[in-house]
C-alpha cells in the first residue's frame, strides 16, 4: 500500500512538470509570434513610410525641376540613413539625377528661355524592388 501511494504521488509530480513545461513552451511560443507580429508591422509602417515620400508626386503635373531635386535630396538621405538606394531619373536628356546634373537641372530645364515659362514635369515610372520600397522614379517634361 505504501509503494502505491508513493507511486502516485511520483505520478502525479511529473504529470504536473510536465503540464508546467507544456505551459512555458506555450507561453514563450506566443511571446515569440507577438514579437515576430510586431517586427514585421514596424517594417510595413517603414517601407510606407519611405513609399508615400516618392508616392505623392504620382499623378501630379505641375512638377519643377526644384521638386524634382528635392526627390533627389529625399533619395540621398535615405540611402545615408537606411542604406536604400533609389534612383531619380528624368527623361528628356538629362538622366539619372547625381549631385552635378542637379545643379544643370535647375539651371537649364527650370525655366523656358522661349516664354520665360516654368518648365513642368510628371512622373512617368515609379519602380519597386523586390522589398517592396520604392527603388527608381523617372520623371518626364510635361506637354
Request: no cysteine.
Amino acid at each position: 500500500m505504501e509503494n502505491a501511494s508513493k507511486a502516485l504521488l511520483m505520478a502525479g509530480s511529473i504529470l504536473i512538470g510536465i503540464m508546467l513545461i507544456t505551459l512555458f513552451v506555450y507561453m514563450y511560443s506566443n511571446t515569440i509570434s507577438m514579437q515576430t507580429a510586431y517586427e514585421t508591422e514596424l517594417e510595413t509602417n517603414r517601407i510606407n513610410k519611405i513609399n508615400t515620400s516618392f508616392m505623392v508626386y504620382n499623378g501630379r503635373k505641375d512638377i519643377t525641376a526644384q521638386e524634382i531635386v528635392t526627390v533627389y535630396n529625399l533619395a540621398q538621405e535615405y540611402k545615408n540613413t537606411d542604406g536604400i538606394t533609389i534612383t531619380v531619373k528624368v527623361d528628356d536628356g538629362i538622366g539619372t539625377i547625381n549631385d552635378d546634373r542637379k545643379m544643370n537641372l535647375i539651371k537649364n530645364y527650370s525655366i523656358n528661355t522661349t516664354d520665360n515659362t516654368v518648365i513642368t514635369y510628371k512622373v512617368k515610372k515609379i519602380t519597386l524592388g523586390t522589398d517592396g520600397i520604392v527603388n527608381k522614379i523617372t520623371f518626364t517634361q510635361t506637354p
